[in-house]
């Protein structure tokens, strides 16, 4: 089997990850209608298994690196759909009144746990995986391809979700039925995932037992530290826009909430299709990671700037488009960079820590912008601003450092 066929089943498995979760938020309303649970629950719910996400994630990656790729990411697509189909088997009883919603809401929570621990290795194992099937000169254009696909699946979601959802709620009312279809999906993707990798052979490097045990002298390098601390400072920035989108629809342009709703997920499909098209048509075109990290980090910043100061006017639109095109050059640059630094032998593990500082800085992101726009609403995109500074100066650091960070992992190597 060719690398380029292995990494469009990779990135076809990626996808699935993203539209599942778009379309699970697409129906936390009809959730909470029609199953009787709160807002506050769905996401207390939602946040258990991101909490089981995030501790996982660094595990999944180094037992990847032991046993392979394959394993890993079969054990993760097999335990994220037994997992979904107790979460959907749970929903349709609460919706249809079998069950108590204090039982269903404890055992809706540990269906979202077994749900994180199980879905935390796909992703580092998937980019582990196309790195080692790839020439060295092409991670930037297969990291971008793989960072694509997750956004692909952003896009996918709404398409699968939409079409689902009408025709659920149709048969809902034609019927008396639950109109909860959309779920389906929960359970089809997963099981897409496992159809599109069992027939992939577990190719790439293996470290042995020993390498994989021994202490990964390359974390203590100044400059891996800076890269992955840019992941979390991205993934905040990321986060915050994400969050304060629809308030500021609602707040800033005057529009009612079904059209604030309406705008947030159309402009969060437009901004997805538009890193998907700088990814695969700009970013795989260049084979210089810290070009890619550099252009990301100051778009990342002039697009902050556009939106403070155009927020209000549809003119922000294009501060948004530029933030984004930031994104489509900043995470594969990133990622690269960790790659090279991490080892093939030991990808696994870098891809792990930067899955756990995706997920951690996208909820520290959620959180300080829900803070900022509730405490400081004069000035919501403060928090962005401070994160995307940050960001500019860790990644300076980064890259104008890397003589000296290379002679410390020299050093510190030469002394395991």
Known sequence: MSASFSLKRL?????????????????????????????????????LGTLCFMAAGPLWGEISDRHGRKPVVMAGLSGALLAQLLFV????????????????LILLGLSRVIYGLF???????????????????????????????????????????????????????????????????????PLTGILLVRSMANTGNRAAPEEAAAPASVMLNRTLCALLFSALLGATAIGQLQVMLGPVLDDFYGLTSVQASTGTALLLLMVAMHSVAMQLLVVRRLQAPRVSLALGAVLFLVGTVMLWATLGHYLALAGLLVFVSGIAFLIPGYSTLVSERGGDRRGGRVFGLLTLMHTAGHTLGFAVGGWAYTYLHDYPLLGLVVAVVMLAVTVMLALFRPARATRSVAAVTDSV
């Open 11 to 47: 990135g076809m498995v990626v996808a699935t990850l993203g539209a599942g979760q778009v379309v699970l938020l697409t129906m936390v309303p009809l959730l909470s209608e029609l199953c009787g649970l709160s807002i506050a629950s769905i996401g207390s719910i939602v946040a």
């Open 89 to 104: 088997g749970l929903l349709l009883a609460l919706a249809a009144g079998w069950l108590e919603t204090a039982t269903g």
């Open 119 to 189: 879905a935390a290795g796909i992703y580092p194992a998937c980019q582990a995986w196309a790195v080692e099937n790839a020439a060295p000169h092409r991670r930037l254009a297969t990291l971008s391809s793989m960072s694509a696909a997750t956004n692909l699946g952003r896009v996918l979601g709404p398409i699968l979700a939409l079409p689902a959802l009408g025709a659920g709620m149709l048969i809902a009312s034609s019927t008396g039925v639950t109109g909860l279809l959309p779920l389906v999906w929960l359970v089809i993707l």
